[in-house]
């Protein structure tokens, strides 16, 4: 650790001399700890009653009257932010003090762990190592860094935990799921005796609650609830696929009343708790057969979410579409968070892994929160769906979870695990995997290790209509052995995190074979493209853009990859969009990304919400798949590419102690997000007019931002704070020294 601090101060050397003054360098004292995280979570004094948040009363929790946040496990880990208005500030060392009084902590007495001064940058996922945790006990914490010149801090505010009755050896926390009350956006009478509200986005609701009048007490009104609406402004009793629509019949007593609908709903595979009862998904109610006066009628929803921070995140671009776009998939994630963790929307409630990876991305680029993401990821892991691929993409999620979080205790207590969702027992002599028509494909001792109970099988992709006529057989494909090599690498990586180096060679060996075994078997010379199988010519997008996606394709032959995907456009699922835009934005063709996400074909994200959907949906329209839902994450993935890959904002080490910012803005005139991270929102405006290319940004504490700009003409003249700085140039590219926290103008002329 010591080695690590002093190369990092080392670089921050060098850093200072590339920028000089555009800077103030490090003031005499040094950033308070903010944000303080106790197993990842920002709030665990969280309370709510009913699903409803309420002050922290911990005397109502132990009477069982409030829903709360209890760390399960016994080594939690800590973890903090630091402000990044001071310029350039890094972390030496920290300590942190857990006490198991208040009165003990503000005397700064940690009876139950005293860190000491620890020589290290780390802010995140510090994992606890005092005296063994009690169940259902109080604990309170702070903590105080040193800076570069070894200044100290003060000590953070306090902080407090509950831990669980029976305390485990890894689990992940999360917050208890929360209700929020909504009223219309609009109430209308759109024909006689006939009432439409709509609440302008679709929500799941546990409640709907109707203040109503009658003069009689014979009325009777048929209130119906759904996603979709008719042209004539009703609600949709017909809406088609797995479009939700409910009716319910209300008689009404005379006077001024409030009536409850309680819904009803045919379960699934995540069952809601008893607190929140059972939820639909609804935007429209119709009150049928009312005689009331609509102004004075009042309707409140309750909608259910995992609690999620609207201000963390912002996209704005000077494309209305796109910009439409983002907030679809924004809300998405918060729309369909209602079970606590991700599934494949309302048909059938059932967490499937690839909806995990593309929902995790997408979290990490809309709130500040991990532990929904981690819990899905997590839950995966021994409750495996059928499909090979997403078996697969269990490793990548891991890999995932470590790199925004810092936090190793996932990826460690998984390993074996993990290790097994490689596939490596379907190796053949060649070092692919062939999975499908195989006896290991249904071996009970095989399945075990993957914690399957029945049998796996390729997808390539879903519905089968959208497959590109990817031939699917008993063959060789390259679509699962693309996986395969990215698993390899990652569990290289994985391996190397956890200390564990031979397994890291073991991967890192294995890797290589595969990959060359992969060129031979599915590279096609002659039109330089990729084949589905061994056993066929049919070169799909699928096959290609996996490739890419993964790291497959050799440097000389990325152009000729392109322009394939290219000439295919958007001939793959909603779910397979999110690795054709990894491919495309790794392959650093920004215009043709912007072409993808911000267009208004049928095949597009606009087209879900010009068919109504205000939530990503299972497909790029109804006519696609028939028994669609209109709440599916995996539709979701502009949400995250948006910020990963347009904005160019993503963590290059583990818990953000290095971040990459690569803007590739295509035809955009101008945009502006904020990004958030483990350390601390990242915030970036760009714009560019002719030759011009500016950028402002704002960098957390704490961590080291790598600024990567397109090279724009022969001679590339780049400003900092209005100094000129010395940039590298390589592969197209241009490369600024190293930036750290503070505010910053970039301009490239």
Not at 95 to 107: C, F, N, R, Y
Not at 231 to 240: A, D, Q, S
Not at 298 to 315: G, Q
Not at 380 to 387: D, K, L, N
Request: charged share 25%.
């Amino acid at each position: 650790m010591k080695y690590f601090v002093k190369n990092r101060l080392a670089r921050h050397a060098l850093f200072f001399i590339g920028i000089g003054c555009s800077v103030s360098g490090l003031s005499q004292g040094t950033s308070v700890p903010i944000q303080l995280r106790c197993d990842l979570l920002l709030q665990t004094d969280y309370q709510s009653a009913c699903g409803f948040v309420v002050p922290t009363e911990w005397k109502a929790v132990q009477s069982g009257k409030h829903e709360c946040v209890r760390i399960l496990t016994q080594t939690p880990s800590f973890g903090w932010n630091l402000s990044g208005d001071e310029p350039g500030v890094m972390q030496t060392a920290y300590q942190i003090l857990v006490a198991s009084t208040e009165d003990g902590l503000k005397e700064n007495q940690g009876d139950v762990w005293d860190s000491g001064k620890v020589i290290s940058a780390q802010s995140s996922g510090i994992l606890y190592g005092g005296k063994p945790l009690v169940g259902n006990r109080l604990y309170f914490w702070k903590v105080r860094i040193w800076n570069g010149n070894q200044v100290e801090s003060a000590y953070s505010d306090a902080a407090v935990f509950l831990t669980d009755r029976n305390l485990q050896k890894h689990a992940t926390a999360r917050y208890p799921l929360q209700k929020q009350q909504e009223i219309p956006v609009c109430v209308r009478n759109v024909k006689d005796n006939t009432l439409v509200a709509d609440f302008g986005k679709a929500a799941f609701c546990g409640q709907l609650y109707l203040t109503l009048t009658s003069d009689s007490d014979r009325d009777t009104v048929v209130v119906h609830t759904g996603e979709a609406n008719t042209p004539e402004g009703t609600v949709n009793r017909m809406p088609g696929g797995s479009i939700r629509y409910c009716r319910y019949s209300l008689p009404l007593r005379s006077g001024t009343h409030t009536y409850q609908i309680q819904f009803r709903h045919g379960g699934g595979s995540i069952k809601m708790p008893g607190y929140i009862g059972e939820v639909v998904p609804f935007r429209y109610v119709e009150l049928e057969n009312y005689r009331g006066n609509a102004k004075q009628a009042l309707l409140v929803r309750n909608a259910v979410y995992y609690p999620y921070n609207e201000e963390a995140s912002y996209f704005e671009s000077s494309d209305s579409v796109l910009n439409q776009v983002w907030e679809l998939c924004k809300y998405s994630v918060k729309a369909t968070s209602f079970t606590g963790q991700f599934i494949d929307g309302d048909r059938e409630r059932l967490p499937y892994e690839g909806d995990n990876y593309i929902g995790q991305l997408t979290a990490y680029c809309v709130d500040d929160e991990y532990n929904l993401p981690r819990y899905s990821h997590e839950y995966s892991i021994t409750h495996p769906t059928w499909p090979t691929e997403w078996i697969q993409i269990s490793v990548m999620t891991a890999w995932l979870d470590y790199l925004y979080t810092g936090d190793l205790r996932s990826i460690r207590y998984y390993y074996e695990d993990l290790k097994a969702k490689c596939l490596m027992d379907f190796e053949t002599e060649n070092g692919l995997i062939i999975v499908s028509g195989t006896d290991k494909q249904k071996n009970p001792r095989v399945m075990a290790k993957i914690h399957h109970k029945r049998s796996i099988e390729d997808i390539v992709d879903w519905p089968i209509t959208e497959r590109d006529g990817y031939v699917v057989d008993n063959s060789c494909k390259s679509v699962i052995n693309a996986y395969y090599y990215r698993d390899l690498i990652l569990m290289s990586k994985i391996a190397k995190a956890l200390g564990n180096v031979e397994d890291m060679a073991f991967y890192k060996k294995k890797a290589t074979h595969v990959k060359k075994s992969f060129q031979q078997v599915f590279w096609d010379k002659k039109n330089k493209r990729y084949r589905d199988s061994d056993k066929t010519e049919h070169a799909s997008l699928h096959a290609n853009v996996f490739s890419l996606a993964f790291g497959l394709v050799n440097e000389k032959d990325k152009a000729s990859v392109m322009e394939y995907i290219r000439s295919k456009g958007m001939a793959c699922s909603v779910y397979v969009s999110q690795f054709l835009l990894e491919a495309v934005y790794g392959a650093e063709d920004g215009k043709y990304g912007l072409s993808l996400m911000n267009s208004t074909g049928d095949r597009s994200w606009y087209n879900m919400i010009r068919e109504g959907s205000t939530v990503s949906m299972e497909a790029w329209g109804n006519k696609y798949k028939p028994n669609q839902d209109w709440n599916h994450i995996w539709g979701a993935a502009p949400g995250n590419i948006i910020m990963r890959e347009l904005i160019g904002v993503k963590p290059i080490l583990p818990g953000w102690n290095r971040f990459q910012i690569k803007p590739q803005l295509g035809e955009l005139k101008w945009v502006k997000a904020k990004v958030p991270t483990i350390k601390g929102a990242v915030t970036v405006e760009c714009s560019q007019v002719g030759t011009i290319f500016s950028m402002e940004v704002k960098i957390p504490g704490n961590t080291e931002a790598e600024v990567i700009l397109p090279v724009r003409k022969d001679e590339n003249r780049v400003s900092v704070n209005g100094k000129q700085v010395k940039v590298r140039l390589k592969e197209g590219k241009l490369f600024l020294p190293v930036l750290r926290s503070g505010n910053y103008q970039i301009v490239l002329n």
